[in-house]
């Protein structure tokens, strides 16, 4: 493994410029609002947070489907927001992208076989003789999927089986770096299984890198080496997986850990939750100071003025609260042992 | 004194007549809940848990829905077989229920207040005053802040964990008996998600409610169940306590399902995912629905359907396997006073 990251991201920041209100005034969104981390070869980056916190507008920068108000997007050292057209194409080869609906996300009218040689095509690749059939059949070995459903059009199939499509069609190029945006939200926890040990095993297959992009922490706990957490555009934690369950150091982490259920009522019954009080604020006005402090049970009266800044608060920890609750006592919700 | 159940519901199959096929979205649910209790019903996307619910309710479009057997008696009177007009003053009542997608239930262009003074007005016979009284003293009750001024609001000028709340207050204007949720948190955030689970339990207590939930996630069933029935292709496969089916799951889909779920509490290695796919409804399985899929099936189930099994007093699995361990045998059809399936031309 190379100590070089292989996606570099610095600054970003996405405003939308939207109609406010009923006289059309108008309002930004910060969607994504200086965001920086790096991510390293064959590694599992997370970024979770709630709806509307800026994940999949962050995911599209990334894969410069979208350009960015400020910052750079480097991957493998060239910043994708440089480069020309015809570079950045052949650039996209080495970037893919699994989306979280399998059922809008495959061209209906396209059979199995055309979705996954589609990008075969467009980028010229395997073009030997014969190897296009078997770069296919390969794909499907290792995405489970039947050889009888080349021929089948998506909406014949279940969810999981068209995300298997989705999945292959992405691998199609052997990409370096893949952006999984919700790969398993649509899907029953039983099917959800089966997709999270094929991405898993893929990942070991292709030497891949994931960004995977989710709401839900059981999930990224499962599959990812680092955590970034984000709120109102912002990353406001980043550590190493098992770091952050054990040892969350932000307040809203403290909180999200504490509302997931975990499946075992006799851990339920003996928890205590920390409930968040109110709903995630409108990104249109997000309050002064500390995004969170409205809804912080440990904020103080210099959190509504000072935004607090990403600070490395332990090893490899990163965390935007100067409050540092957790210094001396550990967080409620690291506190469900048995 | 031992409790009597509040809603039993005993052989229940509900099938939809298509023109090409018929499909057996329900094909036996039985259980009894009793008050002040939740039941959590789990199962995968398909497994016919809001037919189920519907059909207790008796929302579904006949045609093509039809109740083919069973009984749901409330307070010991058969729901199914009650005329129109007595159904109608149980629903909504008696018996509430809240879906997953509150926006799709709230009309758009009544305020907040005016659906929940609707509602006590239509059950309760209040006066126009009173209903708003109370609907204004809901909306607080459900965490709304600010309520008085917040009741004036259009469905749209809420968000959705406070339209969802809004939907829980309808529910609860006239103190039913049994609250029906659909999937109440599915399209919520987990923070808001654990207001609306907590909300849900003080209300639980404070009006002494039973609660049917209906979810998909087991995390949900362990937070907030006592017991839980597990559905599998439109029949209920097991049904214990909250404690029994995590601890000592019997049916080899509750084992699998179960097995499945990651959790924030643990990182395993590897998930233990269940091979395959649901069966499709529209065909009848002579034997047990869960075959394709079972690890530990053996050559007759097949084309044997296994009956119900019950293991203890409110323990039951529907699994040849259980066969030794089963004190008492019902088929999942039986229903005492069963009416007969219609005949099809
Ligand atoms: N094209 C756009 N124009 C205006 N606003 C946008 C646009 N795209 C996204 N937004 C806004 O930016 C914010 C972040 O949206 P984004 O889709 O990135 O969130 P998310 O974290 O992926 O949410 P979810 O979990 O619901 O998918 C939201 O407030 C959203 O409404
Ligand atoms: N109006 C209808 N006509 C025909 N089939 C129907 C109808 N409504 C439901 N079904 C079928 O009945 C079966 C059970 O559906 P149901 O909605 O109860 O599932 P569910 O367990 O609630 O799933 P989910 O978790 O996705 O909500 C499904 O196969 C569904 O396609
Ligand atoms: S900075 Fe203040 S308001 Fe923000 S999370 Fe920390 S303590 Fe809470
Ligand atoms: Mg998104
Ligand atoms: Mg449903």
Redesign the pocket.
């Known amino acids: 493994m190379s100590n070089q990251p292989i996606l570099e991201v610095k600054g970003l920041k996405k405003h939308f410029s939207v109609k406010k209100g009923m006289f059309g005034a108008q309002g930004v969104v910060r969607a994504v609002d200086g965001v920086s981390f790096s991510v390293m070869p064959q590694e599992s980056f997370a970024v979770v947070g709630e709806s509307g916190c800026g994940k999949t507008t962050l995911g599209r920068l990334i894969l410069a489907l979208e350009t960015a108000t400020e910052g750079s997007v480097a991957f493998e050292g060239r910043d994708l927001y440089k480069l020309s057209n015809a570079e950045l194409r052949k650039t996209r080869r080495d970037l893919q992208v699994i989306f979280q609906d399998p059922y809008s996300s495959l061209n209906p009218r396209m059979t199995v076989q055309q979705i996954i040689e589609e990008p075969l095509i467009i980028h010229d690749a395997y073009s030997g003789p014969g190897q296009r059939a078997k770069r296919i059949d390969y794909l499907l070995d290792v995405c489970g999927i039947s050889q009888s459903h080349l021929t089948r059009f998506p909406h014949e199939f279940s969810g999981g089986q068209r995300q298997r499509v989705g999945i292959a069609r992405a691998l199609a190029l052997n990409p370096k770096l893949v952006v999984a945006d919700e790969p398993v939200s649509a899907l029953d926890v039983s099917i959800q299984a089966q997709i999270l040990n094929l991405l898993k095993d893929l990942q070991r297959e292709f030497k891949l890198t994931y960004v995977f992009i989710s709401h839900d922490f059981s999930v990224v706990r499962h599959l990812c080496d680092r955590i970034a957490v984000m709120y109102l555009g912002k990353v ?1 934690e980043l550590a190493k997986s098992e770091t952050l369950f054990d040892d969350p150091q ?3 982490t403290e909180a999200l850990l504490s509302a997931v259920p975990i499946p075992d009522p006799s851990i339920e019954k003996r928890r205590k939750r920390i409930l968040l009080s109110g709903d995630v604020p409108s990104p249109l006005k997000p309050p002064s ?2 995004h ?2 409205p809804r ?1 049970r ?3 009266d210099s ?1 509504r003025t000072t935004p ?1 800044s990403l600070e490395e608060s332990k090893t490899a920890h990163w965390t ?4 540092n ?1 957790f210094k001396e006592k550990p967080s409620q919700a690291a506190l469900i042992e048995i | 004194m031992t409790l009597q159940p509040v809603l039993s519901v005993k052989g229940l199959r509900t099938h939809f007549f298509l023109d090409e096929h018929i499909v057996r979205a329900v094909d036996g649910v039985s259980y009894d809940l009793l008050p002040g209790k939740t039941l959590a019903v789990v199962g995968e996307s398909g497994s016919g848990k809001s037919v189920h619910a519907l059909s207790i309710l008796r929302l579904l479009p006949e045609p093509p829905a039809k109740v083919v057997a069973g009984e749901i008696l409330f307070k010991g009177k058969d729901l199914l077989k009650m005329p129109a007009e007595e159904l109608r003053q149980i629903r909504g009542n008696r018996i509430a229920m809240i879906f997953q997608e509150p926006m799709t239930s709230l009309n758009p262009v009544l305020t907040i207040g005016d659906q929940i003074s609707e509602s006590i007005i239509l059950h309760q016979n209040a006066t126009q005053e009173k209903a708003w009284a109370k609907a204004i003293d809901l909306l607080g009750k459900v965490g709304i802040p600010h309520p008085s001024e917040r009741v004036n609001d259009y469905p749209h000028q809420f968000s959705g964990g406070m339209r969802q709340r809004a939907m829980i207050a309808i529910a609860l204007s006239c103190e039913p008996d049994v609250l029906i949720a659909d999937e109440p948190t599915t399209a919520l955030d987990v923070t808001i998600q654990a207001q609306i689970l907590e909300l849900m339990k003080e209300l639980q207590k404070e009006f002494h409610m039973a609660i049917i939930l209906i979810t998909h996630n087991i995390g949900v069933v362990a937070e907030m169940a006592d017991e839980v029935a597990v559905m599998y292709a439109g029949r209920q496969v097991e049904y214990g306590s909250v404690g029994d089916i995590f601890k000592d799951p019997k049916h080899p889909y509750t084992r699998g399902l179960l097995n499945s779920v990651p959790s924030i509490y643990t990182r395993k290695e590897k998930l233990e995912a269940i091979p395959g796919q649901p069966p499709e409804l529209n065909k009848e399985f002579p034997g047990c629905p869960f075959v394709a899929r079972c690890g530990v099936a053996e050559a007759r189930c097949k084309d044997q359907d296994p009956p119900e099994f019950e293991l203890a007093a409110g323990r039951m699995s529907n699994c040849w396997k259980q066969e030794s361990e089963s004190l008492k045998t019902r088929h999942r059809h039986d229903a005492g006073r069963a009416p007969q399936a219609p005949v099809l031309s």
């Open positions: 406001v932000h307040p809203y100071g500390c969170f402090h912080c440990y904020a103080q959190c607090p935007a609260c100067p409050i609750p």
